[in-house]
C-alpha cells in the first residue's frame, strides 16, 4: 500500500523559512515524478514544484527563487525548502507521487499545513 508522510508545516512570520519532507513507501515499482502541491481557503489545488525521477524540477512562477524542491538519495524522499514565505504561501501543502506501471498512478499525501503570519 503507498503512502506519502509530509511533515515541517507550521506556524512562521513573513520573511521566515520552513522545510517540508514528504516519505514514500510501499510501491514495489519505485516511484517517478514527484511534487508538492498546495490548497489555500475557498481555492483549488494548485501545483508548486515538481522532480522527475532525474531531478529535473518545475516550479510555479508564485514560487521561483524562494522554494527549492529536492530530492533524496534514495528517490523516495522529497524536500521542500521554502524561503522568504509571505502570507499568501499560507495554505496546506499535499505531497504527490506518481507510479508508472501499466499506466500512471497518482497518490497524495494526507497534507501538513503552513501559515505565514504578516
Known amino acids: 500500500q503507498v503512502q506519502l508522510v509530509e511533515s515541517g508545516g507550521g506556524l512562521v512570520q513573513s520573511g521566515e523559512s520552513l522545510r517540508l519532507s514528504c516519505v514514500a513507501s510501499g510501491s514495489k515499482y519505485g516511484f517517478g515524478t514527484m511534487g508538492w502541491y498546495r490548497q489555500a481557503p475557498g481555492e483549488q489545488r494548485e501545483l508548486v514544484a515538481t522532480v522527475t525521477i532525474t531531478g529535473g524540477t518545475l516550479y510555479a512562477d508564485s514560487v521561483k527563487d524562494r522554494f527549492t524542491i529536492s530530492r533524496g538519495k534514495g528517490r523516495n524522499t522529497i524536500y521542500l525548502q521554502m524561503n522568504s514565505l509571505k502570507p499568501n504561501d499560507t495554505a496546506v501543502y499535499y505531497c504527490?507521487?506518481?507510479?508508472?506501471?501499466?499506466?500512471?498512478?497518482?497518490?497524495w499525501g494526507q497534507g501538513t499545513q503552513v501559515t505565514v503570519s504578516s
Open positions: 504527490n507521487a506518481k507510479v508508472l506501471i501499466n499506466r500512471e498512478y497518482t497518490y
